[in-house]
């Protein structure tokens, strides 16, 4: 059974910052490629960042510069370093794993994250 918990989300002044993890089990975490996902109230589901397999990532432009993925492979853990947040990156924050960029994969349950100005 597949499960992917988050942690870390919360409540944090603008200009703030938050770390999140994914804890994953039931993959053979090295091999899927590992997203953040963030759906604000009242729209569209969005990537925020993804970590590749093979060690490439890729990030928002919203966020770039801002946030940053990692991962480490022996803890089957995906970690989002959030600085300098703002307002408009509240949202719930999803975890994501793939093992084939065109597939849906495996989601976990969310964090919420809200920034206050």
């Known amino acids: 059974q597949v499960q992917l918990v988050e942690s870390g989300g919360g409540l944090v002044q603008s200009g703030g910052s938050l770390r999140l993890s994914c804890a994953a089990s039931?993959?053979?975490?090295?091999?899927?490629?590992m997203g953040w996902y963030r759906q604000a109230p009242g729209k569209q589901r969005e990537l925020v960042a993804s970590?590749?397999?093979?060690?490439?990532?890729n990030y928002a432009d919203s966020v770039k510069g801002r946030f940053t993925i990692s991962r480490d492979n022996a803890k089957n853990t995906v970690y989002l370093q959030m600085n300098s947040l703002k307002p408009e990156d509240t949202a719930v924050y999803y975890c994501?794993?793939?093992?084939?960029?065109?597939?849906?994969?495996?989601w976990g349950q969310g964090t919420q994250v809200t920034v206050s100005p």
């Open positions: 970590y590749t397999s093979g060690g490439t990532t």
């Open positions: 994501n794993a793939k093992r084939f960029p065109s597939t849906n994969g495996y």
């Open positions: 039931g993959i053979i975490f090295s091999i899927y490629h």
